[in-house]
């Protein structure tokens, strides 16, 4: 390096006169004398005076070629630091201008939901958000003086009306529709018998109006700034989250927490209603992308919590994923949360779904409770409300996941909580962080045997890995059909449910509905329910039901005959989570079979059953598509009843690789029984709660009537199953 200047010649003392006359000379600094300057600058880049003496007097220079020398190397440092921020500053205006590209693109191709009109002519296509603001509170204005005059005729708010839907005149018959001799637009037309709408599905506001390009923006801020409060959720400790003495768990102080997020309309302050708080974590053996995948589709997000999830829909997509991916994505959707009991309301929310991915391998999903005026069907539940509450997925190595969750709710119970599920409900853990991620972890490892080619604890039953999955999914079928008829949501397709007593202290729930889609009979299908308490530990209970050799003591179809395993598929670690193919014996019909999948796991347990005809089976077996085989299951759900200790998951926090082994040992040992019998589950030490659920055919025949008498035969059939239950167990008292 060459440094040149007043002081950067080796006559550095001659006089000025002669400097100007003179040719400059320029000294070349030694490689010793440039490392021991380099060092110096990294130390201390503004040397005193001092320092340059001492330097002087080491390198054989003079103070003013030192001096000169540290302010040349400023100089450098900073045009390099310069340099540096304009390329990243390029580099961030060139990723500006292609999605302003993008933006304009779009905006090309832009309809308006409200009058279809395309874009504006030009290229200045911004809004006056100001003057929005403005004429939108104009409009709500105009709304209201409207809504207040057509209530006065209408006789009930407008809120309370039906959305409208479209009518296509050409696809009715209207030799079949009933009007009352009012015409078609009466109070008195059944939107519910008109072509388009889903009997599964409630009517939804959104449904049948755009989304305001300025209701998206707001969304959108909303759904960042519950992201940031989920955030410090996730990753704070005390004071925010205490450990609980008792168990173990975190408990939100609710003092830290409205220091940290105060709200200005006074949620917390209102005496009625509950807060429900929890965060967990867990291991699950999926990568952060797939995840992300299911949690972003609806329909997956079903599939993946079959026994808490019973309706989810997405209203609507407010914004996509950046460059093909997830993050930035912005769903409105529609869900229903359950426990799978007659006697717990279901849950229904409307609310935002955000996803960001954090940096490489780290994703964050939001949800937040987006409120509008709803039928008086869903108020009558009482008011759930979903605070910001979420996950936070990192990749681990081989496939696997760390997941933090965070469960946040507002409960407003307008009905008192039944007193078996008080203590459930009250400590968090029927709608609780432990729930999702013990759910979360037992279908992960679900998906992992479903995708996996191991046939060989089949007993050779099952030929091919084709017909293991297809099994799986005619049992993931059958399990998803069995939570959803327990359900007590308005939108699982039930058209109506009376209360039975006599049985116990708690009743019989009879609900029909009328079955029109594909893999479930066609006609009127009866379900049946009820709830029971018994002393005796969750685990207990779902070894009683998994074992085919105690089927005689309590399923009265049978008729008491023994039942074999015929075929055997595991899916999961635990030796309990596992599809049977059993075949009753002495029985006059050899050609059905039972299809059962029993589950487990910390939160509670499921066993469902269905008879299948052979032919069906072998079909499923063979690896053909089982959607069409209809299925009509029966069967129990365990849950511990909220006064024992806390069940222990198995590698909760543990050894990945030993989760891994376990899981993999599972879903290819021919002794998964055996060797999961040593994997040490913990049990619960409390009592259970039993849901004893039954679906049975009344007709074929969509247009037939229920009676009382098919009442009466589910009934005693429920009755009839809890007596021999509870003679089994010795709990006949």
Same mark, same amino acid.
């Given at each position: 390096?060459?440094?040149?200047?007043?002081?950067?010649?080796?006559?550095?003392?001659?006089?000025?006169?002669?400097?100007?006359?003179?040719?400059?000379?320029?000294?070349?600094?030694?490689?010793?004398?440039?490392?021991?300057?380099?060092?110096?600058?990294? +130390?201390?880049?503004?040397?005193?005076?001092?320092?340059?003496?001492?330097?002087?007097?080491?390198?054989?220079?003079?103070?003013?070629?030192?001096?000169?020398?540290?302010?040349?190397?400023?100089?450098?440092?900073?045009?390099?630091?310069?340099?540096?921020?304009?390329?990243?500053?390029?580099?961030?205006?060139?990723?500006?201008?292609?999605?302003?590209?993008?933006?304009? +693109?779009?905006?090309?191709?832009?309809?308006?939901?409200?009058?279809?009109?395309?874009?504006?002519?030009?290229?200045?296509?911004?809004?006056?958000?100001?003057?929005?603001?403005?004429?939108?509170?104009?409009?709500?204005?105009?709304?209201?003086?409207?809504?207040?005059?057509?209530?006065?005729?209408?006789?009930?708010?407008?809120?309370?009306?039906?959305?409208?839907?479209?009518?296509?005149?050409?696809?009715?018959?209207?030799?079949?529709?009933?009007?009352?001799?009012?015409?078609?637009?009466?109070?008195?037309?059944?939107?519910?018998?008109?072509?388009?709408?889903?009997?599964?599905?409630?009517?939804?506001?959104?449904?049948?109006?755009?989304?305001?390009?300025?209701?998206?923006?707001?969304?959108?801020?909303?759904?960042?700034?519950?992201?940031?409060?989920?955030?410090?959720?996730?990753?704070?400790?005390?004071?925010?989250?205490?450990?609980?003495?008792?168990?173990?768990?975190?408990?939100?102080?609710?003092?830290?927490? +409205?220091? &940290?997020?105060?709200?200005?309309?006074?949620?917390?302050?209102?005496?009625?209603?509950?807060?429900?708080?929890?965060?967990?974590?867990?291991?699950?053996?999926?990568?952060?992308?797939?995840?992300?995948?299911?949690?972003?589709?609806?329909?997956?997000?079903?599939?993946?919590?079959?026994?808490?999830?019973?309706?989810?829909?997405?209203?609507?997509?407010?914004?996509?994923?950046?460059?093909?991916?997830?993050?930035?994505?912005?769903?409105?959707?529609?869900?229903?949360?359950?426990?799978?009991?007659?006697?717990?309301?279901?849950?229904?929310?409307?609310?935002?779904?955000?996803?960001?991915?954090?940096?490489?391998?780290?994703?964050?999903?939001?949800?937040?409770?987006?409120?509008?005026?709803?039928?008086?069907?869903?108020?009558?539940?009482?008011?759930?409300?979903?605070?910001?509450?979420?996950?936070?997925?990192?990749?681990?190595?081989?496939?696997?996941?760390?997941?933090?969750?965070?469960?946040?709710?507002?409960?407003?119970?307008?009905?008192?909580?039944?007193?078996?599920?008080?203590?459930?409900?009250?400590?968090?853990?029927?709608?609780?962080?432990?729930?999702?991620?013990?759910?979360?972890?037992?279908?992960?490892?679900?998906?992992?045997? &479903?995708?996996?080619?191991?046939?060989?604890?089949?007993?050779?039953?099952?030929?091919?890995?084709?017909?293991?999955?297809?099994?799986?999914?005619?049992?993931?079928?059958?399990?998803?059909?069995?939570?959803?008829?327990?359900?007590?949501?308005?939108?699982?397709?039930?058209?109506?449910?009376?209360?039975?007593?006599?049985?116990?202290?708690?009743?019989?729930?009879?609900?029909?509905?009328?079955?029109?889609?594909?893999?479930?009979?066609?006609?009127?299908?009866?379900?049946?329910?009820?709830?029971?308490?018994?002393?005796?530990?969750?685990?207990?209970?779902?070894?009683?039901?998994?074992?085919?050799?105690?089927?005689?003591?309590?399923?009265?179809?049978?008729?008491?005959?023994?039942?074999?395993?015929?075929?055997?598929?595991?899916?999961?670690?635990?030796?309990?989570?596992?599809?049977?193919?059993?075949?009753?014996?002495?029985?006059?019909?050899?050609?059905?079979?039972? &299809?059962?999948?029993?589950?487990?796991?910390?939160?509670?347990?499921?066993?469902?059953?269905?008879?299948?005809?052979?032919?069906?089976?072998?079909?499923?077996?063979?690896?053909?598509?089982?959607?069409?085989?209809?299925?009509?299951?029966?069967?129990?759900?365990?849950?511990?009843?909220?006064?024992?200790?806390?069940?222990?998951?198995?590698?909760?926090?543990?050894?990945?690789?030993?989760?891994?082994?376990?899981?993999?040992?599972?879903?290819?040992?021919?002794?998964?029984?055996?060797?999961?019998?040593?994997?040490?589950?913990?049990?619960?030490?409390?009592?259970?709660?039993?849901?004893?659920?039954?679906?049975?055919?009344?007709?074929?025949?969509?247009?037939?009537?229920?009676?009382?008498?098919?009442?009466?035969?589910?009934?005693?059939?429920?009755?009839?199953?809890?007596?021999?239950?509870?003679?089994?167990?010795?709990?006949?008292?």
């Amino acid at each position: 390096m060459e440094y040149g200047g007043g002081g950067g010649g080796s006559g550095g003392d001659h006089d000025s006169a002669d400097s100007h006359t003179r040719k400059k000379r320029y000294h070349r600094h030694t490689a010793h004398q440039i490392q021991r300057l380099e060092a110096t600058f990294k +130390e201390c880049p503004h040397p005193d005076e001092k320092q340059r003496l001492q330097l002087s007097r080491e390198l054989g220079l003079a103070p003013r070629q030192i001096k000169f020398w540290f302010q040349n190397r400023r100089t450098q440092m900073k045009a390099q630091h310069e340099r540096a921020d304009n390329c990243a500053l390029r580099d961030e205006n060139d990723k500006i201008r292609c999605e302003n590209i993008v933006i304009k +693109e779009a905006l090309k191709n832009a309809i308006c939901p409200s009058c279809g009109g395309g874009p504006p002519i030009g290229e200045d296509s911004y809004f006056d958000e100001q003057k929005l603001r403005v004429e939108n509170a104009q409009l709500k204005e105009e709304l209201d003086r409207v809504s207040s005059i057509a209530a006065k005729y209408i006789g009930r708010p407008i809120s309370q009306l039906p959305p409208v839907q479209p009518i296509h005149v050409s696809s009715l018959d209207l030799s079949m529709a009933s009007f009352g001799g009012q015409g078609m637009a009466g109070p008195s037309l059944d939107l519910d018998l008109l072509p388009g709408c889903s009997s599964t599905i409630p009517n939804l506001p959104f449904q049948a109006m755009g989304i305001s390009e300025m209701d998206k923006s707001l969304m959108a801020d909303f759904a960042a700034n519950a992201l940031e409060e989920l955030l410090r959720l996730l990753q704070t400790n005390e004071p925010l989250w205490m450990k609980s003495p008792t168990d173990g768990r975190d408990v939100l102080n609710l003092e830290s927490y +409205e220091r &940290l997020f105060p709200r200005t309309n006074n949620h917390l302050k209102n005496p009625n209603l509950r807060i429900e708080a929890s965060r967990d974590s867990s291991v699950v053996i999926m990568n952060s992308s797939s995840l992300v995948d299911k949690f972003m589709d609806s329909s997956k997000w079903v599939e993946l919590f079959p026994t808490i999830v019973s309706v989810a829909r997405t209203i609507e997509v407010i914004s996509s994923g950046i460059l093909g991916t997830q993050s930035g994505s912005l769903q409105l959707i529609y869900g229903d949360l359950q426990v799978l009991s007659p006697l717990v309301p279901t849950r229904e929310f409307c609310f935002l779904r955000y996803c960001q991915q954090m940096e490489q391998g780290l994703w964050a999903i939001v949800d937040v409770s987006h409120d509008f005026p709803r039928d008086g069907q869903f108020a009558s539940q009482g008011r759930c409300h979903r605070l910001p509450s979420g996950c936070l997925i990192q990749d681990m190595p081989n496939g696997y996941s760390k997941v933090t969750w965070v469960e946040h709710v507002e409960i407003e119970d307008k009905a008192p909580i039944h007193r078996l599920y008080r203590d459930l409900i009250h400590s968090g853990l029927a709608f609780g962080a432990e729930r999702w991620l013990a759910t979360l972890q037992r279908m992960c490892e679900r998906f992992a045997c &479903l995708t996996g080619t191991s046939t060989r604890d089949l007993g050779g039953v099952i030929p091919s890995a084709d017909g293991k999955r297809s099994m799986m999914q005619l049992a993931q079928r059958m399990v998803n059909s069995f939570c959803t008829s327990i359900s007590t949501s308005s939108s699982n397709g039930h058209h109506q449910q009376t209360t039975l007593s006599g049985l116990n202290e708690l009743g019989v729930r009879v609900s029909f509905r009328k079955n029109t889609d594909p893999g479930q009979p066609n006609g009127v299908v009866l379900s049946a329910a009820t709830t029971i308490w018994l002393p005796i530990s969750p685990q207990n209970v779902f070894n009683f039901f998994k074992d085919e050799r105690n089927r005689p003591q309590w399923d009265v179809l049978s008729n008491g005959n023994a039942v074999q395993e015929v075929a055997h598929i595991a899916n999961g670690r635990h030796p309990g989570n596992c599809i049977s193919v059993l075949r009753a014996f002495n029985t006059s019909q050899n050609n059905m079979l039972i &299809l059962q999948e029993s589950c487990t796991d910390s939160s509670g347990s499921v066993v469902a059953y269905c008879p299948v005809d052979l032919p069906s089976i072998n079909r499923a077996m063979s690896g053909e598509d089982p959607s069409y085989i209809p299925l009509l299951p029966s069967g129990f759900t365990i849950s511990p009843d909220g006064g024992g200790g806390r069940v222990e998951q198995l590698g909760r926090g543990g050894d990945v690789e030993a989760v891994a082994a376990a899981v993999m040992a599972a879903s290819s040992s021919s002794n998964a029984q055996a060797a999961g019998g040593e994997m040490g589950m913990g049990i619960g030490m409390g009592g259970s709660l039993i849901t004893v659920a039954f679906q049975i055919l009344v007709s074929s025949l969509p247009s037939a009537k229920l009676n009382m008498e098919s009442v009466a035969t589910v009934n005693n059939l429920i009755g009839t199953t809890v007596h021999q239950i509870k003679a089994a167990l010795n709990c006949s008292r």
